[in-house]
């Protein structure tokens, strides 16, 4: 939490700092002001854009990489055959289980993926291609 504000607060104090030089600017420009501050509101929005994309992602990133060491390898079994399309009794006869047990791996690996739904387990799975 300290880090972000840390972050930001030196980001305001940037951006101050870079009004106050265009106010600066403006004086030796002349009459381009109007260009000059499209130019300037520009390089903001991109700069905005780039620094949340750095932040943001990579927060992302982590966060399904913690998701994707955590299965387990009968997790991933079950999550590929659930991929393929088999229903749990299926599963069950393929990996030698109970179905209560294939129902359990499943319950497991929406709640590790942060699923509500097969679909969606599937759908992440891939996006971390351990499918």
Same mark, same amino acid.
């Given at each position: 939490?300290?880090?972000? #504000? /840390?972050?930001?607060? +030196? ?14 600017? /403006?004086? $030796?420009?002349?009459?381009?002001? *109007?260009?000059?501050?499209? =130019? ?5 929005? =991109? /700069?905005?854009?780039? =620094?949340?994309?750095?932040?943001? #992602? ?18 991933? !079994?079950?999550? *590929? /055959?659930?991929? *393929? ?12 289980? $109970? ?7 499943? +319950?497991? =690996?929406?709640?590790?993926?942060? $699923? !509500?739904? !097969?679909?969606? $387990?599937? !759908? ?5 291609? #351990?499918?």
């Amino acid at each position: 939490m300290k880090k972000t #504000i /840390l972050i930001f607060g +030196s980001l305001c104090a940037v951006i101050l700092l870079l009004f106050q030089f265009e106010q600066w600017s /403006l004086f $030796a420009l002349g009459g381009s002001e *109007n260009l000059y501050v499209i =130019i300037t509101g520009t390089l903001f929005l =991109i /700069l905005g854009m780039l =620094i949340s994309r750095h932040f943001y #992602i990579k927060k992302e990133t982590r966060k399904r990489q913690v998701q994707k060491s955590s299965l387990s390898d009968q997790e991933l !079994r079950v999550l *590929n /055959l659930m991929a *393929n399309g088999h229903s749990n009794k299926e599963i069950a006869e393929q990996l030698f289980i $109970a179905e209560t047990t294939v129902k359990s791996h499943v +319950s497991k =690996i929406l709640l590790k993926l942060d $699923a !509500r739904r !097969r679909t969606e $387990a599937i !759908r992440i799975g891939r996006d971390l291609e #351990i499918i």
